[in-house]
């Protein structure tokens, strides 16, 4: 197993993104993004070729090097070179271990933005849950009661993929987004949008292959929701089950 040199492979990296760099769109992404971090202007499928190239290339280098160079990149100030941290961990998911997880909890704990945020729940947290429910489920439901809303974000979306794939824990979900329906009036603007939004968007995953359930949490929880969840939840309900809904 090749053992990689951090420092050569970020550098190799971050040249890449030079290669591609488009300072026009880097201004619109940043305005776009609201982010204090600095753009090279690349776009998502660029990176995420980017990523797989250079992973296909050291397929069986260590998953603890490839962490270590993830790490590397997300200490970055610039947005794609946290992007290709994400990415390289997504490239990687089948293969980490909870080893792993205090990366990526600490990653969780940084983020500022949905660009990085929603794939490490969903790609990166999902894969760690698919394997270990067990291990991860006490970290959910502490992400789920955290100060800051992107931490408890990925409470809400780490089963995203699961319920695409007609699996997932819905008691768990459900113990997760039912404190939060009450929101507290010390929450800002963006925390009440993307709380809601993530509610609706992991209800929405699950609406077309288990209906009853989506449909039965709206009816407990409606007057609790606001028009977004409930918008977001029902929008891809079948129509008959729509009707139960009045």
């Given amino acids: 197993m090749a053992l990689l040199d951090i420092a050569s492979e970020r550098a190799y990296l971050i040249e890449q993104l030079r290669q591609q760099s488009d300072p026009v769109r880097a201004v619109s992404e940043k305005k776009y993004l609201k982010s204090d971090l600095n753009f090279h202007g690349v ?6 070729t980017i990523a797989k190239i250079w992973y296909k290339a050291h397929k069986d280098a260590p998953v603890e090097d490839v962490a270590a160079l993830a790490q590397s990149l997300w200490q970055s100030d610039w947005h794609e070179e946290r992007s290709l941290a994400v990415f390289l961990l997504e490239e990687a998911a089948n293969r980490l271990t909870l080893d792993q997880l205090p990366l990526v ?7 500022n933005t949905w660009a990085h945020l929603d794939e490490i729940a969903v790609h990166i947290v999902g894969a ?3 394997r270990e429910p067990q291990a991860l489920r006490p970290y959910l439901l502490k992400w789920a009661t955290d100060a800051n809303f992107w931490v408890r974000r990925t409470a809400i979306l780490a089963q995203n993929a699961h319920f695409r794939r007609n699996e997932g ?3 768990l979900f459900e113990q997760i987004v039912t404190p939060m329906l009450d929101e507290s009036k010390d929450w800002s603007a963006d925390e009440r949008f993307f709380i809601r939004k993530a509610i609706g968007w992991a209800l929405r995953e699950l ?3 288990k209906p009853e359930l989506v449909v039965d949490f709206v009816q407990r929880q409606r007057e609790r929701m606001s028009g977004l969840t409930l918008r977001e939840a029902t929008r891809k309900l079948p129509d008959a089950w729509k009707q139960r809904l009045g």
Wanted: proline fraction near 5%; aromatic fraction near 4%.
């Fill in 207 to 209: 609406a077309t292959r």
């Fill in 169 to 171: 824990d819905f008691a």
């Fill in 105 to 111: 909890e600490c990653m969780i704990h940084e983020v």
């Fill in 43 to 48: 776009t998502v499928p660029k990176l995420h």
């Fill in 128 to 130: 760690l849950l698919a």
